[in-house]
């Protein structure tokens, strides 16, 4: 029995051990989750705080022995503290003699050097070299001499900057800081963790490319950056998020620099010196694509405050190039270049970008895009918003000579300037070029903004405009723009053919003047590609039309299929070459007038001077009427040598107030005459008055259905009575 219970007492202590055992494991797990989980910070500031550790190296170049041998002793000098270490030692000849510091938060501000020679009537000379590393990397080199005579002088100090002084500040996740010699030293300690800002105290030069793989803040506080290699000075993998800030953007730089690229023409001496205040990425550039930043599918990008000037690629992106998302804030690009697309920003792939108050000064592509390129041909792209940009003497050898879009994705874009930017097609903006897919092509909705002196060697001197989905252009102002083509201020181009089908477009609230063409639309060129009738629509709603000039088509040249003038007014344009000083229609489109439209004062060569309606071999081209409002006053002509094709869906009452032929001696005649309206109102009218109309209507239909519900109610209750 004694054994038994002895045995079993030996079970119960085994299970007591064991429970406790289990007990200790999970109280250990516990305070290693709590370790780990609830205080990250914590280890987070341990590692941004971690020890510095600096070599000092002394290389004797003559000897010092005898009784008068000398003492040396070396300290660092740093912000209220002095760490000093004194050494005993024989100085012979091509010896060299090293030690060691270990500092946390503090830089030195110089090393100081003491020589004690003893005393003596012995004159005495000792030099040699002293050496500053910082974890491998040189901070200082320089040579060093000291002399002692007789009763005068038995030592001396010597003190030696150091170069890189408090170059870089870095504050850990928790607001805890420290300081750092280099900027490498300090985004050695920041890249592993999230959260650090690192801040410059002086301009910094480095050497290859930092990888951000976590979250990082870099502030340049008012100072420069570069990368002496022809590598991006940052890659943002996927996962990393980097924001580049200035917390001192008044401060100057004291940079001067002359810029010769970017001009718009040999008459172009507009100054170009620029004076460069505020932090920036300042000269240097990549091989490849990204000159300053390369931001890859899943990272992030956010700038505020900060310029990049002078930075170049041998690819895309002339200062950046993102595959990933963009914040882009209060910006400047300066003089930033690419020999293929985007001379500051290329974005491609399954971008996310939004752009608020940037200013692209003269930066210019070998390709398309002279300050921005977004191409995501094979992907859908994400909206990208832009507000309050401005882009300046932008130039780009291809399409678009500041802005460049084509692909699947969608822009809205409020309070832009464009001004003397120059392309091939675009010379503001290009847009277009998008999927055979009409539902996944882009859309574009632009407002309140300005192109001002832009101009293209072909189409589209302000913006050129191909195959997307939809266009809305509203308060926007094309002044003094020109082409060497077609569309002085804007062309309009549909020709998907089958594929066309949405590809609506409007100017609302537009004024386009003082712009011309080579050829035809001096203000607005709009065409159906092949001549074909596609069922899209374009719409000039309350956009005003004057002082344009081309050969042919002064204000609008018209070879689309439903095209719009709602409260429209063309008023002194010029056809230099040939006909339709306000507007010209080809025989193969149409165009619809609505409420108050005004074409009228505008001259041509051949006396077409106001509407002109061509008259071809096998077409001849028509104006309908959808209702026109008092104050309306149309001038029209035609090719023909015989009378003058009028409207269509016109009154007798409308025609004869508001239409008249334009003196060539010829015959007016009208065409389908009647008190009918189009039911254009229905369908394209978006301003208060349809509303009212629509509204209106539908109340006295509900009302008409509610009088014939009651009506259907007592005759059944009669019957049941």
Request: charged fraction near 20%.
């Amino acid at each position: 029995m004694i054994i038994y219970e002895g045995r079993g007492m030996a079970k119960t202590l085994i299970r007591h051990r064991q429970r406790g055992s289990r007990i200790i494991v999970y109280l250990s797990a516990l305070l290693i989750s709590v370790i780990l989980f609830a205080a990250p910070p914590f280890c987070r500031s341990v590692k941004a705080l971690r020890t510095v550790i600096y070599k000092v190296e002394v290389t004797s170049d003559s000897i010092a022995d005898g009784w008068n041998k000398a003492t040396l002793k070396i300290g660092f000098k740093t912000a209220g503290r002095s760490h000093l270490l004194d050494i005993k030692d024989e100085l012979a000849q091509g010896k060299t003699m090293s030690w060691t510091f270990e500092m946390t938060d503090e830089v030195p501000a110089y090393l100081q050097l003491y020589l004690d020679f003893g005393g003596g009537f012995t004159i005495r000379s000792h030099s040699g070299r002293i050496r500053l590393y910082c974890e491998g990397e040189e901070l200082l080199n320089e040579p060093y001499s000291a002399r002692s005579y007789p009763f005068v002088s038995s030592d001396a100090t010597l003190d030696f900057i150091v170069r890189g002084v408090a170059q870089t500040e870095l504050t850990g996740p928790d607001g805890a800081s420290a300081v750092y010699p280099t900027f490498n030293h300090a985004w050695n300690n920041a890249k592993e963790q999230d959260g650090c800002t690192i801040k410059l105290t002086e301009d910094t030069t480095v050497a290859g490319t930092l990888e951000v793989t976590r979250n990082v803040t870099v502030d340049l506080n008012g100072h420069l950056m570069n990368n002496s290699e022809t590598t991006p000075l940052f890659y943002v993998r996927s996962g990393g998020s980097l924001k580049l800030m200035d917390s001192d953007p008044e401060r100057d730089t004291g940079e001067d620099f002359f810029v010769t690229r970017g001009m718009t023409s040999e008459n172009d001496t507009e100054d170009r010196i620029f004076r460069l205040t505020g932090g920036g990425i300042f000269r240097g550039g990549s091989e490849k694509s990204g000159g300053a930043v390369i931001v890859e599918n899943g990272g992030t990008l956010n700038t505020e405050g900060c310029t990049f000037t002078d930075v170049h690629s041998q690819e895309s992106g002339g200062a950046i190039y993102s595959e990933g998302k963009l914040s882009l804030n209060g910006t400047r690009f300066i003089n930033c270049t690419a020999e293929d697309n985007g001379g500051a920003v290329c974005l491609t792939g399954r971008y996310d970008a939004s752009f608020a108050d940037l200013s692209f000064e003269m930066c210019s592509a070998k390709e398309n895009g002279g300050a921005i390129c977004l191409d995501n041909i094979e992907t859908e792209g994400k909206v990208s918003r832009f507000e309050g940009c401005s882009f300046n003497r932008c130039v780009a050898e291809g399409n678009g000579g500041a802005y460049y879009h084509a692909g699947y994705s969608f822009i809205t874009a409020n309070g832009l300037s464009f001004r003397k930017c120059f392309g091939k097609n675009g010379g503001g903006m290009y847009l277009g070029e998008g999927s055979l897919h009409y539902d996944k092509a882009s859309s574009h909705k632009i407002s309140d903004t300005k192109f001002e002196d832009c101009s293209s060697s072909k189409c589209g001197g302000g913006l050129g405009y191909r195959d997307a989905k939809e266009l809305i252009l509203e308060n926007v102002e094309f002044s003094g723009c020109a082409c060497g083509g077609d569309g002085g201020a804007v062309y309009l181009l549909r020709s998907w053919g089958a594929y066309g089908y949405g590809q609506d477009i409007r100017l609302s609230g537009c004024e386009i003047h003082h712009c011309s063409a080579e050829d035809y639309g001096g203000g607005v060129y709009i065409e159906d590609g092949n001549g074909l009738q596609m069922p899209s629509k374009t719409v000039l709603y309350k956009t005003a039309v004057h002082d344009n000039s081309a050969d042919t088509g002064g204000g609008l040249y018209v070879e689309s299929y439903l095209v719009y003038l709602i409260s429209t007014g063309v008023t002194n344009n010029q056809a230099k070459g040939k006909n339709g000083g306000g507007v010209y229609v080809d025989s193969q489109a149409s165009i619809d007038l609505a409420e108050e439209i005004v074409i009228r004062d505008n001259t041509s060569r051949n006396g077409t001077n106001n509407l002109c309606l061509q008259n071809g071999i096998s077409s001849t081209a028509y104006a309908y009427c959808g209702g026109l409002y008092d104050g309306s006053s149309i001038g029209i002509s035609s090719t023909g040598s015989s009378s003058v094709t009028a409207v269509k869906n016109i009154s007798q009452y409308q025609a004869g107030k508001f239409i008249r032929a334009d003196d060539q001696g010829r015959r007016l005649s009208l065409a389908d005459t009647r008190n009918v309206e189009t039911p254009l109102f229905a369908s394209m009218i978006t301003d208060e008055t349809s509303w009212i109309i629509i509204i209106s209507g539908a109340v006295l239909i509900a009302a008409a259905i509610t009088i014939l519900l009651l009506r259907k109610r007592r005759k059944e209750a009669e019957k049941s009575s």
